[in-house]
T-cell receptor, first 108, second 111 residues
Framework: GQNIDQPTEMTATEGAIVQINCTYQ??????LFWYQQHAGEAPTFLSY????GLEEKGRFSSFLSRSKGYSYLLLKELQMKDSASYLC?????????FGAGTTVTVRA | EAQVTQNPRYLITVTGKKLTVTCSQN?????MSWYRQDPGLGLRQIYY???????DKGDVPEGYKVSRKEKRNFPLILESPSPNQTSLYFC??????????FGPGTRLTVT
């Protein structure tokens, strides 16, 4: 079976940093995706980690530790437009299993 | 413009009346997939397809059928819809191993 956990909600202030954790226990693993989803919209791709370590992409970074079954998404210099749900998903031979998502609210 | 399209975007139907939700992509992607999204449960994969005539079950395939006769199209069929299939449905496509592009979603209500 697949078990993917992430916090339900997080709140942060504009300009701050927020770290969204994702832990997983899955029957197989090829990589881990992070997606952003604004209310009422489709998910959009943020990152894909296959190997251990940190990958940085502008204000967003994603980290993976396969031995610990752990990933995090780091959002820096938060902006109001970053208020959204963030979804982690484990790729297992093209079967994708998603966590329930973390709703991030950015306050002025 | 590269995109995934779904039709219809909104549908209200009654229990037992067969329906099809279409999905089409113009990016020549091999991989296509269907998901449903429910509050508190996140996205759950229904079916996916690695290429034409190749489909496989995701985590919640019961009550759904798919077909992949052409590379660009991947329709989702509900032979006998029930109220527990009321949900928001997303189609997605990708080149193998890369990011998935999602369609705009289809909000289905079964009464």
């Amino acid at each position: 079976g697949q078990n993917i956990d992430q916090p339900t909600e997080m709140t942060a202030t504009e300009g701050a940093i927020v770290q969204i954790n994702c832990t997983y226990q899955t029957s197989g693993f090829n990589g881990l995706f992070w997606y952003q989803q604004h209310a009422g919209e489709a998910p959009t791709f943020l990152s894909y980690n296959v190997l251990d370590g940190l990958e940085e992409k502008g204000r967003f970074s994603s980290f993976l530790s396969r031995s610990k079954g752990y990933s995090y998404l780091l959002l820096k210099e938060l902006q109001m437009k970053d208020s959204a749900s963030y979804l982690c998903a484990v790729n297992n031979d093209y079967k994708l299993s998603f966590g329930a998502g973390t709703t991030v609210t950015v306050r002025a | 413009e590269a995109q995934v399209t779904q039709n219809p975007r909104y549908l209200i139907t009654v229990t037992g009346k067969k329906l099809t939700v279409t999905c089409s992509q113009n990016m020549n992607h091999e991989y296509m997939s269907w998901y449903r999204q429910d509050p508190g449960l996140g996205l759950r994969q229904i079916y996916y397809s690695m290429n034409v005539e190749v489909t496989d079950k995701g985590d919640v395939p019961e009550g759904y059928k798919v077909s992949r006769k052409e590379k660009r199209n991947f329709p989702l069929i509900l032979e006998s819809p029930s109220p527990n299939q009321t949900s928001l449905y997303f189609c997605a496509s990708s080149s193998r191993g890369y990011e998935q592009y999602f369609g705009p979603g289809t909000r289905l209500t079964v009464t």
